[in-house]
T-cell receptor
Framework: GAGVSQSPRYKVAKRGQDVALRCDPI?????LFWYQQALGQGPEFLTY????????KSGLPSDRFFAERPEGSVSTLKIQRTQQEDSAVYLC??????????????FGNGTRLTVT | AQSVAQPEDQVNVAEGNPLTVKCTYS??????LFWYVQYPNRGLQFLLK??????LVKGSYGFEAEFNKSQTSFHLKKPSALVSDSALYFC?????????????FGQGTTLQVKP
């Protein structure tokens, strides 16, 4: 597709359930980022992949959060034993070049996770 | 540590008037600055960036931004606002201390353009 695609668009989970959020980046993009955006806040960095390598996971809030990108394309963000504080919009972004400072990020429309 | 601040939660302007959305930054090293716009239930769309060169940067949809090194500011501007410009605007800085190129975002400013 032309842009970054995320699915599902909306996810409602009961507290304690596991969820998996998918991101299809723009074809050929090396870099992939996951961000968490709480209501009324700016996006907060979660993790970064360069191809299949997860080079930075410093933003993951707990060990319940896990991300993978096994073939350097599609990525999945998994949250285990969801808690209410996990409710947020999860944004995926990709960029063409690994670490070029002038390369903008291209964002998907996000997955809105609501934990009840 | 790199950071950006957007001092206004909301900016209100009348259609046809000029608009300014403020952003200040703190970086170690050269700043790489970006503006993004977010419409309801959508992801962020890239508007413009400052890397080096001219202090006035032109971007999408008639927006421009003025880089001011002495004031560490990167304010977003448009000469004549449209109702359709109403959205949430984010300023961001590239984290120069990281080898990932990740962006650090401000808290966002809601722009409301009234007819």
């Amino acid at each position: 597709g032309a842009g970054v695609s995320q699915s599902p668009r909306y996810k409602v989970a009961k507290r304690g359930q596991d969820v998996a959020l998918r991101c299809d980046p723009i074809s050929g993009h090396v870099s992939l980022f996951w961000y968490q955006q709480a209501l009324g806040q700016g996006p907060e960095f979660l993790t970064y992949f360069q191809n299949e390598a997860q080079l930075d996971k410093s933003g993951l809030p707990s060990d319940r959060f896990f991300a993978e990108r096994p073939e350097g394309s599609v990525s999945t963000l998994k949250i285990q034993r969801t808690q209410q504080e996990d409710s947020a919009v999860y944004l995926c972004a990709s960029s063409l070049v690994g670490t070029a400072k002038n390369s903008p990020l291209h964002f998907g429309n996000g997955t809105r996770l609501t934990v009840t | 540590a790199q950071s950006v601040a957007q001092p206004e939660d909301q900016v209100n302007v009348a259609e046809g008037n000029p608009l300014t959305v403020k952003c200040t930054y703190s970086v170690s090293g050269n700043p790489y600055l970006f503006w993004y716009v977010q419409y309801p239930n959508r992801g962020l769309q890239f508007l413009l960036k400052y890397i080096t060169g001219d202090n006035l940067v032109k971007g999408s949809y008639g927006f421009e931004a003025e880089f001011n090194k002495s004031q560490t500011s990167f304010h977003l501007k448009k000469p004549s606002a449209l109702v359709s410009d109403s959205a949430l605007y984010f300023c961001a800085v590239r984290d120069g201390s990281s080898n990932t190129g990740k962006l650090i975002f401000g808290q966002g400013t809601t722009l409301q353009v009234k007819p």
